[in-house]
């Protein structure tokens, strides 16, 4: 299911910029018994990346209120909200573009994330880097081809379930569709996303479940060794949510789910 801004449909102009150059961004929400789940982290990422990319005239009012008719209706699943600057403006230039656009999409929830949750998953480290940028690390825009490659080639992996991804300069970074924690002893590190990756709704949900915690929580550059020498290790997103690791490339992690089982019941 499909709407855009407001109403059901499925078809864009082709001199939609989101088409022309992925000029525009997104987030993706869990639907739970006709609920948006983490609602305000949500719409506070949509403005925020409207204000760095510079767009001005978003309805965000009546965004609000389609998304809520929207899961109202679906009841379940995965809603996906899109927004692009629209059409209009000559080249690169976005001038003139004053009516962005608001799609929003509907998908179940991956059926193997409930298995994954009581069994674990498998990481395998990515031959494709993400390049590092001070302006749109952290964002979730529509230019995704680095993640698009990443999925490919995991796609030619025969076991694993997920992408440990680095970036250009070997700085462990994140999943292909995921934020990454690990623990080891009562430290908890997750990487520095100020030159790459996205800050994801659940990572910035699990680093406010950890404020107070018994866990002392570090946030910098992340190296495979660090990884290696760790005693867990989850990925999280706002589908999941919260998913134990017990295997990177040929690293096993078998022992206690301390860290995961602090932080699931609350996601």
Request: with cysteine; aromatic share 8%; glycine share 8%.
């Amino acid at each position: 299911m499909f709407w855009i801004n407001g109403q059901p449909q499925q078809h864009l102009p082709l001199d939609d910029r989101a088409i022309q150059f992925g000029d525009g961004f997104f987030t993706t929400a869990r639907i739970n018994q006709g609920r948006i789940e983490h609602l305000p982290y949500h719409m506070e990422r949509l403005i925020d990346t409207a204000k760095l990319l510079l767009f001005t005239t978003v309805d965000w009012s009546s965004l609000i209120q389609e998304m809520l008719r929207f899961a109202e209706l679906q009841q379940e699943g995965a809603l996906k909200v899109i927004i692009s600057r629209g059409s209009g403006g000559r080249g690169y230039s976005p001038a003139g573009c004053t009516e962005p656009v608001r799609i929003l999409s509907h998908r179940p929830i991956p059926a193997e994330y409930a298995t994954w949750r009581d069994e674990g998953v498998m990481l395998a480290k990515s031959p494709v880097r993400l390049g590092r940028s001070s302006m749109l690390a952290g964002v979730k825009h529509l230019n995704r081809l680095e993640q698009v490659m990443i999925r490919a080639y995991l796609d030619r992996q025969t076991e694993a379930q997920e992408a440990l991804v680095l970036d250009d300069e070997c700085n462990v970074i994140e999943c292909c569709a995921a934020n990454i924690f690990w623990r080891t002893g009562d430290d908890v590190f997750t990487p520095d996303l100020r030159f790459a990756g996205v800050a994801g709704i659940m990572r910035n949900h699990i680093l406010h479940l950890l404020r107070g915690s018994p866990f002392d929580v570090h946030m910098g550059e992340a190296f495979m060794y660090q990884i290696k020498e760790a005693d867990e290790v989850i990925i999280c997103n706002a589908l999941m949510p919260v998913l134990p690791v017990n295997r990177i490339d040929e690293q096993c992690y078998t022992g206690a789910r301390t860290l995961f089982d602090f932080i699931s019941p609350n996601c």
